[in-house]
């Protein structure tokens, strides 16, 4: 997408490839994350044999799937605040858990600091963007 490609009704304006960027980086750290917390407990390295229940905690990452799809800001704040649950998990579990259950661990907290990162860069840069199209345009 162009720099001054038009975006649908819920951004006004054109949208910058940066925003574009941010986005794309918010949605895909969400689905590896999602992915990755299913994966880890079902198969790579769960807490019992077989599996457990707590591959469950993967799920709730893809309900605000659509909102970022969707350019929501609303979602990408929560999603900020959100993500620092699984922060947290993986920090004690990287602390806590042996081989590779520590790697997982150290894998979700990356995701983490990425997936925050892309929001709050996209929530700035949306912000800025929807200030400087506000701003009266002064002829040279």
């Known amino acids: ?61 893809l309900l605000p799937l659509a909102g970022l799809l969707k350019r929501r800001m609303y979602t990408y704040r929560w999603v900020s605040l959100l993500v620092w649950l699984y922060f947290t998990e993986g920090v004690v579990r990287a602390w806590s858990d042996a081989a590779p259950g520590r790697w997982l661990a150290l894998a979700e907290v990356a995701l983490c600091v990425l997936l925050f990162v892309a929001c709050a860069l996209h929530v700035r840069l949306r912000q800025r963007a929807a200030r400087a199209a506000a701003a009266p345009h002064v002829p040279a």
């Open 1 to 61: 997408m162009s720099a001054s490609a038009p975006v649908s009704a819920s951004l006004p304006g054109p949208i910058g490839i940066d925003i574009a960027a941010t986005r794309w980086l918010a949605v895909g750290s969400l689905l590896a994350l999602a992915l990755l917390c299913v994966a880890w407990e079902l198969w790579w390295a769960p807490l019992r044999p077989g599996g457990t229940w707590l591959a469950a905690k993967g799920l709730p990452l």
